[in-house]
């Protein structure tokens, strides 16, 4: 049975390239969140998906970042033309449905991206 | 909105003492209250989660907070800490009708043998 799964666990890219990180929710679960951890900070809610739907992106920057859960396959949190800014650990969290807070999502393990 | 205030960036504590790590929260709506852990290079883990009842709650790893809703606190404890204890906790909060989480910036508590 196995959790939230995220890949690459570590990813190095230079200026101006793109980043793609990838999410595979537990099994049974629909719904996707996304965090950023900047250094020495918590976590930051960025986006919520649903199969095929973003729900709320309030936490989205307006440029250069992107989410998408399809109807197959993981999520992928996308950057574009990544900056030394965009180095941060991202979190990706699933549940069931809507609504879910109360249980206390389960995290997976993160993508830590460097940009030199 | 809601926001989480962790009073103490650092604790260092030796083996075998008692650790208490603060929190406290705003918000103008019922909230639920979690202590996440986060050991090195690794995800969150939920130690323990408030949802509504008893004000003291108690997780794993000996782990137990008490909500205290007139000094909107949710302090974290523990009688007697271990080395493998040592790892970054983080207090989060989140409306009982919303849909994210609103995390502190972290305490990280360092185990002195």
């Known amino acids: 049975n196995a959790g939230v799964m995220q890949n690459p666990r570590h990813l190095v890219r230079r200026r101006g390239q793109e980043a793609r990180l990838r999410c595979s929710p537990m099994?049974?679960?629909?719904?996707v969140y996304w965090y950023r951890q900047l250094p020495e900070e918590g976590l930051k809610f960025m986006v919520y998906?649903?199969?095929?739907?973003?729900?709320?992106e309030s936490g989205m920057p307006k440029e250069r970042f992107s989410a998408e859960f399809p109807k197959e396959g993981p999520s992928i949190l996308r950057i574009q033309q990544v900056v030394r800014g965009d180095s941060a650990a991202y979190f990706c969290a699933s549940s069931p449905s809507r609504g879910q807070t109360m249980y206390g999502y389960t995290f997976g393990s993160g993508t830590r991206l460097t940009v030199v | 909105a809601q926001s989480v205030t962790q009073l103490d960036s650092q604790v260092p504590v030796f083996e075998e003492a008692p650790v208490e790590l603060r929190c406290n929260y705003s918000?103008?709506?019922?909230?639920?209250l979690f202590w996440y852990v986060q050991y090195p290079n690794q995800g969150l883990q939920l130690l323990l989660k408030?949802?509504?009842?008893?004000?003291l709650v108690k997780g794993i790893n000996g782990f137990e907070a008490e909500f205290n809703k007139s000094q909107t606190s949710f302090h974290l404890r523990k009688p007697s800490v271990h080395i493998s204890d040592t790892a970054e906790y983080f207090c989060a909060v989140t409306a009982n009708t919303g849909n994210q989480f609103y995390f502190g910036t972290g305490t990280s508590l360092t185990v002195i043998p």
């Open positions: 408030y949802l509504s009842g008893s004000t």
């Open positions: 099994k049974g679960h629909s719904h």
């Open positions: 998906l649903q199969k095929e739907n973003i729900i709320d």
């Open positions: 918000s103008s709506v019922s909230v639920y």
